[in-house]
Nanobody, 116 residues
Framework: VQLQASGGGLVQPGGSLRLSCRASRSIFSVFAPKDMGWYRQAPGKQRELVAQITSEGVTNYGDSVKDRFSISRDNSKKTVYLRMNALKPEDTAVYYC????????WGQGTQVTVSS
């Protein structure tokens, strides 16, 4: 399975972005049962899980993004999304998606830069 994240960019503080991550080279029966997560890695820091969604659609968020980020998925498109609102400079990072057990290969991620 290859994970392709997109939708990042440069945004001012308080702005919004919507990230997408498609699991290419996979089939519905492989993607749909997987619990998925969005992760991020800022320069000099470890990769951290910021949002997760189970195969049943139950979501959970890290404290730093709760009430600002929203994760969703479309199994028919083998895609997971991350809607990010009220962005802060500390949200600047490369964003990746993967399964919660990190069992698939990491893609290149998508860069999000929050700066005025």
């Amino acid at each position: 399975v290859q994970l392709q994240a997109s939708g990042g960019g440069l945004v001012q503080p308080g702005g919004s972005l919507r990230l997408s991550c498609r699991a290419s080279r996979s089939i519905f029966s492989v993607f749909a049962p997987k619990d998925m997560g969005w992760y991020r890695q800022a320069p000099g820091k470890q990769r951290e899980l910021v949002a997760q969604i189970t195969s049943e659609g139950v979501t959970n968020y890290g404290d730093s993004v709760k009430d600002r980020f929203s994760i969703s998925r479309d199994n028919s498109k083998k895609t997971v999304y991350l809607r990010m609102n009220a962005l802060k400079p500390e949200d600047t990072a490369v964003y990746y998606c993967n399964t919660l057990d990190r069992s698939w290969s990491w893609g290149q991620g998508t860069q999000v830069t929050v700066s005025s």
